[in-house]
Nanobody
Framework: QVQLVESGGGLVQPGGSLRLSCAAS????????MGWYRQTPGKQRELVATITSGGSTNYADSVKGRFTIARDNAKNTVTLQMNNLKPEDTAVYLCTIPGTGHWGQGTQVTVSS
């Protein structure tokens, strides 16, 4: 069984910053990519960013230049540094190991004045 546990969400004003973390544990062997998606009510889950074990990254166009994904392979953790947050970034952010069906429970990010 694989567990993904997110932390770091919250309420922030527009222009502010938050840092999300995700720790993977359990039956983990040779994880390649880890990533973040987000979901808002009535919309499909959308990719935010992914990172491979080698450090290659991929970002949604809407977050490029504002969000930075990083990982610690030894600790099986991935972080998402979110700067210059906008109201449209408000969503539940979910950690995943792409292609495995493993998802975290999600953490709420709300950007509002």
């Amino acid at each position: 069984q694989v567990q993904l546990v997110e932390s770091g969400g919250g309420l922030v004003q527009p222009g502010g910053s938050l840092r999300l973390s995700c720790a993977a544990s359990g039956r983990i062997f040779g994880i390649n990519a880890m990533g973040w998606y987000r979901q808002t009510p009535g919309k499909q889950r959308e990719l935010v960013a992914t990172i491979t074990s080698g450090g290659s990254t991929n970002y949604a166009d809407s977050v490029k230049g504002r969000f930075t994904i990083a990982r610690d392979n030894a600790k099986n953790t991935v972080t998402l540094q979110m700067n210059n947050l906008k109201p449209e970034d408000t969503a539940v952010y979910l950690c995943t190991i792409p292609g495995t069906g493993h998802w975290g429970q999600g953490t709420q990010v709300t950007v509002s004045s």
